[in-house]
């Protein structure tokens, strides 16, 4: 007999089912009866003017039936499509290309291997203009300016600010001391091991379009194509956005890219369904990117150590379209938290947003809506302050924690965070690595000319977006929704409004319904991503998956419980205050033989159900969260350098974590394992760059360097546990905390490692060679 | 993603493989392993017209000692290099090169002979011969016919080989007492080309001093490269530390790597350094029966 | 311009007209029709696609399908035998070897050749074993994990160790 495992239980995952069989349904999986399929002709160029487009050749080839082009969508409104940020965004461009590998034109074929030839057999010519790929530069007033189509001729997006300039400028005159740092943190891609793509089908009979589709958000999805196809006669009950298995999102899943569109309108073009998968090289070339933000940071502290204020400023590198799915309010998004885990008295951040040359985007890595660029810089700030007033930077940390009593605490850039406690965790981190041992060691190591380094992190993430008063996409609200419905044989369908892609929904919210109804997880069917079933939401992104479906999850089943409860009391033929519910069923106080269990009731409600109440048992939640939550941890890193090739080792890395209460204790760990390894990438492998023309470094796997099982340390992880007040279920969710927090830790150690040559900083990716570099010009070789 | 179509070729022979290089010339590419030839080919940066697959052909994958000499197959893979008890025991500069090629999957398929053919500077196989003066046997019309290493390599991706030659194997003098060799590998991450390589074959005689040196370097050049003086310093001397520091910068100056994302050309001058000076250590301790 | 190839696959022979150039992931994908063996990049980096072929863990990415004529090929659809999960399969779920499951065919299917090799790895082996394959999702602690608890399996029960290949 199946079993009810609920919270904090490492039930092994429903999923896997399909997986490991080689089962799963991923995009490229889908074949549909006359399917064709769609192939991208792309700009070498990274700023052009298109002069020509000839596509008799391609047009000619054996299984082309098409070739679409920027003047061909705009006679259907459709070169231009809406970003998530309320910018604009060329789907294909009329006559300028403003970044390389830009889609230019689409071929359109019966075959894959037919539409990759007319893909090359496509011609354009192009007449380059000059390029912009610095920010800095961008903003000069001699700089071209990319968007002609802008009201504003300038490169400059958007503003943002928060806190209090006057006060913070004024904490910094009367500081004792002050440290400054120019940080680079460099674009990076999030390369999923499936790429983005779509298949499209459009049924001119019922006037309905079916789209699968490689997206984290299937509602938001729907909306849009409603909204920016409607005027073609698309119309939102007639949309059916299905995400199937999805190999990986990450944040990289959610913009609209333009592949999607043109699918959708060769589709309706043809009538035939139509699939867009895209290579490895076009997805790191031209897909959304993450972070690109130059930032000049200060901290300022008294004599003693007491940090006192916070100053940042960052020029934000968004490519050439504002893409960045951040909610509205926030360009850049949560940045703000960037006081992180320390107790400011005053904070003022300012960011401007640039368009480039570059591929739109900026969050599509794990980050938390800019959380990862935000903790980075305060771990580092923090460490550069403590080193350079000759403290430790575990006591120096352990000095400006915000204190466990302050919680709920309103940080100095408005942020009320709900729980914490960063001693703890600290702790804990410097217990399991051997902290003072390893301080010792270092100095021993020192004497000998040897580099070791430890680095810390104490991170303070910020998810779960969000309150419907602060935060909305496209105007869209953030809550997130959970239908539970219970069948006569007391088993169970929950459909909600997010998306998982390697999170295992399946099995998690199956263990919340089973923890607050006894219904076993075994008997509970989890669906996501059908947006003709599935209630609406906001999708899986920025680790909200937890704090907001998860809580909804939590509410419907108390609706149902609650239900239950009612057609109890008429099956036990007593009053519902006399009552106790025991996981799995409900029974007369003092009679405890007198029970019902969850199963009877659920064929009673089809059966049996009391005069007056509807028959059923079911119930739907949009949880609106009150306040988003505020996972931390502490991470320490130990590694030692190479003083002859400059090669960083991490010896040990521990990593603590608090995520609140947990509801699968296993996958949190998968969730950290991961999220490590996506911090360890930036932090020594990945950048993307590009050269003076625009031409991308990095531009595929061959350079761009994923980190395989040998690069990867053995992580090893730890918790504590902080429930977060207000969450039904006191979680507060892990899925980027590990990307957010490991960076720095690696970052410091290397820095740490250095300090006494008279090293500050080194901006990531710490490769071979920058570390080389740093220790020749510091007299150190082998 | 998609190459463009060629004809193909499944020759069972090597004088029919041999046959079709003189029929179509350089519209022909022969394919061995192909992780070289087929990855140019999905990126369309090389569409040959005809293909002439080799893996067909018996009697091209061996590794044997006879006649004084060790002799490989061009077709033995990487990964059958790499596992072989006879490369590990006696020749550990080429088990330590096989193992550090690309990845483990690539090494399955990847041959020494499609390697040394293919002539990429960056292909660690060059180096190591280099270091281990090999002699190339290529087969052709006329029949066979043996290249000394030292002059295989004319240029980037060029070799001494004629359009309608086949490389069918590499052989080097069979391993003796005293002998030790190593390679070592700097990369970006392990699957990488190197950001640079040394390899190192070398004899010690009774009284410790090298008898017989060769250095090879991966990656550092527009082709892989002999660093002659380097070697002729080491030779005839007890590698002490003075000596290996001299022969190490020896080295260093004697390569011309190109500055690119694998990091500014001072820096791989300076890993040529520091890697010649421990692979030649390694080797000696290995001569001596260590490690 | 077909060429007629007759591979053997999971233990049973198929034949299909093909070009030269058809990549033999592409074989397995859309003419065989069996999706589990998978495409993660364009370079050859990633290993999604790993296959075996003649028993040796390949990239089927960067092979043609012509190459495979006569061949065997065994892939992640091979490894349960009559509806019984091969212990790699069983491990893979008992550790959470696996999140998203796009790199898993091929993880399972370059350990398996590995297994075969190093039936009694130690962790730096099985990691070295797998240096070929990527996974975005779970750092590759439990893949490791997995594989150990997978070797440990085979070891006790050798029976189960042959899939269709």
């Given at each position: 007999?199946?079993?009810?495992?609920?919270?904090?239980?490492?039930?092994?995952?429903?999923?896997?089912?399909?997986?490991?069989?080689?089962?799963?349904?991923?995009?490229?999986?889908?074949?549909?009866?006359?399917?064709?399929?769609?192939?991208?002709?792309?700009?070498?160029?990274?700023?052009?003017?298109?002069?020509?487009?000839?596509?008799?050749?391609?047009?000619?080839?054996?299984?082309?039936?098409?070739?679409?082009?920027?003047?061909?969508?705009?006679?259907?409104?459709?070169?231009?499509?809406?970003?998530?940020?309320?910018?604009?965004?060329?789907?294909?461009?009329?006559?300028?290309?403003?970044?390389?590998?830009?889609?230019?034109?689409?071929?359109?074929?019966?075959?894959?291997?037919?539409?990759?030839?007319?893909?090359?057999?496509?011609?354009?010519?192009?007449?380059?203009?000059?390029?912009?790929?610095?920010?800095?530069?961008?903003?000069?007033?001699?700089?071209?300016?990319?968007?002609?189509?802008?009201?504003?001729?300038?490169?400059?997006?958007?503003?943002?600010?928060?806190?209090?300039?006057?006060?913070?400028?004024?904490?910094?005159?009367?500081?004792?001391?002050?440290?400054?740092?120019?940080?680079?943190?460099?674009?990076?891609?999030?390369?999923?091991?499936?790429?983005?793509?779509?298949?499209?089908?459009?049924?001119?009979?019922?006037?309905?379009?079916?789209?699968?589709?490689?997206?984290?958000?299937?509602?938001?999805?729907?909306?849009?194509?409603?909204?920016?196809?409607?005027?073609?006669?698309?119309?939102?009950?007639?949309?059916?956005?299905?995400?199937?298995?999805?190999?990986?999102?990450?944040?990289?899943?959610?913009?609209?890219?333009?592949?999607?569109?043109?699918?959708?309108?060769?589709?309706?073009?043809?009538?035939?369904?139509?699939?867009?998968?895209?290579?490895?090289?076009?997805?790191?070339?031209?897909?959304?990117?993450?972070?690109?933000?130059?930032?000049?940071?200060?901290?300022?502290?008294?004599?003693?150590?007491?940090?006192?204020?916070?100053?940042?400023?960052?020029?934000?590198?968004?490519?050439?379209?504002?893409?960045?799915?951040?909610?509205s309010k926030f360009p850049a998004g949560l940045f703000s938290i960037c006081t992180g885990s320390y107790d400011f008295r005053s904070a003022f951040v300012e960011v401007d947003g640039v368009y480039t040359n570059k591929p739109p985007g900026g969050i599509a890595y794990r980050c938390s809506f800019r959380v990862t660029e935000a903790s980075y810089t305060i771990e580092r700030m923090v460490d550069i302050m403590a080193h350079q007033l000759g403290m430790d930077p575990a006591e120096f940390r352990l000095r400006n924690f915000i204190r466990p009593e302050a919680f709920p605490y309103k940080s100095a850039l408005g942020w009320t965070y709900d729980s914490g406690n960063y001693h703890a965790a600290l702790k804990k981190a410097m217990e399991m690595v051997g902290y003072a041992a390893l301080r010792k060691e270092q100095v021993e190591k020192r004497r000998s000319g040897e580099l070791m380094g430890i680095g810390i992190s104490s991170f303070t993430e910020i998810v779960g977006a969000g309150p419907s008063h602060t935060f909305d996409i496209l105007g869209l609200k953030m809550f997130d929704s959970a239908e539970i419905r219970v069948h006569p044989t007391g088993k169970a369908v929950a459909r909600f409004g997010t998306k998982s892609q390697g999170q295992g929904h399946e099995t998690t919210y199956a263990q919340i319904i089973a923890h607050e109804l006894g219904i076993p997880e075994d008997d509970i069917v989890v669906e996501e991503g059908d947006t003709d079933t599935a209630p609406y939401g906001l999708g899986t992104y920025a680790s909200r998956s937890t704090p907001v479906a998860a809580a909804a999850g939590a509410v419907a089943a108390r609706k149902i419980r609650d239900k239950a409860k009612k057609i109890a009391a008429h099956l036990l033929e007593a009053s519902e205050q006399d009552l106790e519910w025991e996981r799995g069923k409900f029974f007369v106080r003092g009679s405890p033989q007198r029970a019902k269990t969850i199963q009877e009731i659920a064929f009673a409600a089809y059966t049996n159900h009391p005069q007056g109440l509807e028959a059923g048992l079911e119930a739907v939640a949009y949880y609106d969260p009150p306040n988003l939550t505020f996972p931390f941890g502490s991470y320490i890193c130990v590694a030692d350098i190479d003083k002859g090739t400059g090669e960083v080792k991490i010896r040990r890395f521990v990593a603590v974590d608090d995520c609140g209460n947990i509801i699968n204790p296993m996958i949190v760990e998968g969730q950290i394992h991961g999220g490590l390894t996506m911090g360890l990438a930036p932090a020594l492998y990945e950048e993307i760059t590009y050269d003076e023309d625009g031409n991308i470094r990095g531009g595929s796997f061959m350079d761009y360097l994923l980190p395989t099982s040998m690069e990867t340390p053995r992580w090893e992880t730890a918790k504590t546990v902080t429930p977060s007040p207000h969450h039904p279920l006191g979680a507060k969710g892990v899925g980027e905390s590990a990307t957010v927090g490991a960076p720095a830790a690696i970052a410091n150690a290397v820095i740490d490692a250095l300090w006494h040559l008279g090293v500050r900083h080194i901006d990531i990716p710490i490769t071979p060679w920058k570390v080389w570099r740093t220790l020749r010009e510091h007299g150190v070789s082998e | 993603m998609i190459p463009a179509s060629f004809e193909y070729f499944s020759p069972r022979t090597v004088p029919e493989a041999v046959n079709l290089l003189v029929r179509y010339g350089q519209e022909a590419k022969l394919l061995a392993g192909g992780h070289s030839l087929v990855p140019l080919m999905k990126l369309r940066l090389a569409a040959p017209r005809y293909v002439v697959d080799l893996n067909r052909i018996d009697g091209l994958s061996y590794i044997r000692e006879a006649d004084g000499f060790l002799r490989l197959g061009a077709l033995t893979r990487h990964a059958e290099i790499e596992t072989s008890e006879l490369m590990r025991g006696r020749y550990p500069l080429l088990a330590d090169a096989a193992r550090v090629i690309s990845d483990p999957l690539v090494r399955n398929m990847g041959t020494i002979g499609g390697s040394l053919a293919h002539a990429d500077p960056a292909g660690d196989w060059g180096a190591a011969m280099l270091a281990a003066g090999a002699e190339i046997v290529a087969t052709g019309p006329g029949g066979t016919r043996t290249i000394p290493v030292e002059e295989f390599f004319e240029g980037t991706f060029v070799t001494a080989l004629r359009p309608d030659e086949i490389l069918t194997e590499i052989r080097l003098p069979q391993a003796g007492r005293g002998q030790g060799g190593a390679y070592l590998k700097l990369e970006r991450k392990v699957g990488d080309f190197a950001i640079a390589a040394v390899g190192v074959a070398l004899a010690l005689d009774g009284d410790g001093a090298c008898r017989r040196v060769g250095i090879g370097l991966c990656n550092v050049g527009s082709t892989s490269l002999r660093a002659e003086k380097a070697a002729r310093l080491l030779t005839g001397q007890k590698p002490d530390d003075a000596t290996v520091a001299r022969a190490a910068a020896a080295a260093a100056a004697e390569c011309d790597p190109a500055s690119d994302l694998r990091g500014p050309a001072e820096y791989k001058r300076d890993v040529v350094r520091v890697l010649t000076a421990r692979a030649v250590r390694l080797a000696a301790q290995r001569a001596r029966g260590g490690a | 311009m077909g060429t007629r190839i007759s591979v053997t696959v999971n233990g049973t022979v198929r034949e299909a007209d093909v070009e030269p150039r058809l990549l033999l992931v592409h074989f397995i994908r859309e003419i065989l029709g069996m999706t589990g063996t998978h495409i993660g990049c364009d370079t050859t980096n990633c290993g999604a696609c790993t296959v075996l072929l003649d028993g040796r863990a390949v990239k089927s990415c960067t092979i043609f399908a012509v190459q495979a004529d006569g061949r065997a090929v065994m892939t992640v659809e091979g490894l349960a035998r009559d509806g019984q999960l091969h212990p790699l399969q069983e491990a893979f779920h008992q550790q959470h070897g696996l999140q998203c499951g796009f790199c898993t065919p091929g993880m399972m299917m370059a350990a398996y050749a590995f297994l075969q090799r190093t039936p009694n790895p130690t962790e730096e082996q099985i990691r070295w074993g797998i240096s070929g394959n990527l996974c975005r999702c779970t750092g590759y602690v439990n893949i490791v994990a997995a594989i150990k608890d997978a070797a440990e399996k085979l070891r006790a029960s050798p029976a189960r160790a042959g899939g269709r290949g």
């Open positions: 007999m199946a079993e009810a495992h609920g919270m904090g239980h490492a039930v092994k995952r429903k999923e896997d089912a399909r997986f490991i069989r080689g089962k799963g349904t991923y995009i490229d999986d889908l074949k549909l009866p006359g399917m064709l399929y769609l192939d991208i002709v792309r700009s070498p160029y990274a700023h052009a003017r298109i002069t020509a487009i000839r596509t008799e050749k391609a047009l000619a080839m054996p299984g082309v039936l098409a070739v679409i082009t920027g003047r061909d969508l705009d006679k259907y409104g459709l070169a231009w499509m809406p970003t998530l940020m309320s910018d604009r965004q060329m789907v294909l461009p009329i006559d300028t290309v403003l970044y390389q590998a830009q889609e230019v034109a689409a071929v359109l074929a019966t075959e894959r291997y037919l539409a990759a030839d007319g893909a090359a057999a496509v011609e354009v010519d192009y007449e380059p203009l000059p390029v912009v790929v610095d920010p800095k530069k961008a903003l000069r007033s001699d700089a071209p300016v990319l968007r002609a189509d802008r009201e504003q001729k300038t490169n400059h997006i958007w503003h943002w600010e928060v806190g209090d300039r006057t006060a913070t400028a004024q904490a910094f005159a009367q500081a004792d001391v002050t440290v400054a740092q120019d940080l680079y943190i460099p674009r990076i891609h999030v390369s999923s091991i499936e790429t983005c793509g779509c298949v499209a089908q459009w049924d001119a009979v019922e006037g309905k379009l079916t789209l699968w589709m490689t997206t984290q958000a299937p509602h938001a999805i729907r909306t849009v194509v409603a909204l920016v196809a409607g005027h073609l006669g698309l119309a939102e009950h007639k949309i059916r956005v299905i995400s199937p298995d999805i190999g990986g999102g990450f944040g990289g899943k959610v913009p609209v890219y333009p592949g999607y569109v043109l699918a959708v309108a060769a589709s309706v073009l043809t009538g035939k369904p139509v699939k867009w998968i895209e290579d490895r090289m076009e997805n790191i070339q031209a897909d959304s990117f993450a972070r690109d933000y130059h930032i000049t940071a200060e901290l300022a502290a008294k004599r003693d150590g007491t940090l006192t204020a916070l100053r940042f400023k960052t020029i934000a590198d968004h490519g050439a379209f504002d893409a960045a799915a951040n909610p | - | -």
